[in-house]
Antibody, heavy 119, light 107 residues
Framework: EVQLVESGGGLVQPGGSLRLSCSAS????????MYWVRQAPGKGLAYVSS????????YYADSVKGRFTISRDNSKNTLYLEMTSLRVEDTSMYYC????????????WGQGTMVTVSS | DIQLTQSPSFLSASVGDRVTITCRAS??????LAWYQQKPGKAPKLLIS???TLQSGIPSRFSGSGSGTEFTLTISSLQREDFATYYC?????????FGGGTKVEIK
């Protein structure tokens, strides 16, 4: 079964840090570009970050640039998002998603992990 | 960044209705547009890629069209399970932005 499973979310104070993980199974993880997408409560979807299949060419939304770092370990079929200097406005459900080719869009999604930034 | 404007943002319709959602891009994106369906508490689900390519397992009542800056998602005969929020996404230029969403509710 094709699957992405996120973990690592939780409650953190402003200025704090969290590391999200996304474990992949059922497909060739190393050939997929991977993404983090977030959704604030009651709001729409927002692109956060992306990384190429080989782990180079990271890209970040302006809102998280300099604070978040995306990485992957293809030997462990796992995607990561290191989040530092967290702000209240980072409170969201965080989804990981996979894209096999540009034509395929985001064909695989995880169930999401909730990050709440609050004092 | 490329802005995607969806209209309407809210739609009330009945089972069996034909529904059309529009997505306009602030600049040309060729055919690099996808449509997703999201139900409450669930992850988004890819319906259509490359503006008009229906994904495997998606009912044929869903269709997409357009290129350049204007795109549409059409549901030919709305079914109860189609009541959800729909998002467009451009995949032409980073960041890969999403539209604001269209919530389809039961009339």
């Amino acid at each position: 079964e094709v699957q992405l499973v996120e973990s690592g979310g939780g409650l953190v104070q402003p200025g704090g840090s969290l590391r999200l993980s996304c474990s992949a199974s059922g497909f060739r993880f190393s050939t997929y570009a991977m993404y983090w997408v977030r959704q604030a409560p009651g709001k729409g979807l927002a692109y956060v970050s992306s990384i190429s299949p080989k782990g180079d060419s990271p890209y970040y939304a302006d809102s998280v640039k300099g604070r978040f770092t995306i990485s992957r370990d293809n030997s462990k079929n796992t995607l990561y998002l290191e989040m530092t200097s967290l702000r209240v406005e980072d409170t969201s459900m965080y989804y990981c998603a996979g894209q096999e080719t540009r034509d395929d869009a985001f064909g695989i999604w995880g169930q999401g992990t909730m990050v709440t930034v609050s004092s | 960044d490329i802005q995607l404007t969806q209209s309407p943002s809210f739609l009330s319709a009945s089972v069996g209705d034909r529904v059309t959602i529009t997505c306009r891009a602030s600049q040309g994106i060729h055919s690099y547009l996808a449509w997703y369906q999201q139900k409450p508490g669930k992850a988004p689900k890819l319906l259509i890629s490359l503006a008009s390519t229906l994904q495997s397992g998606i009912p044929s009542r869903f269709s997409g069209s357009g290129s350049g800056t204007e795109f549409t998602l059409t549901i030919s005969s709305l079914q109860r399970e189609d009541f959800a929020t729909y998002y467009c996404q451009q995949l032409n230029i980073y960041p890969l932005t999403f539209g604001g969403g269209t919530k389809v509710e039961i009339k």
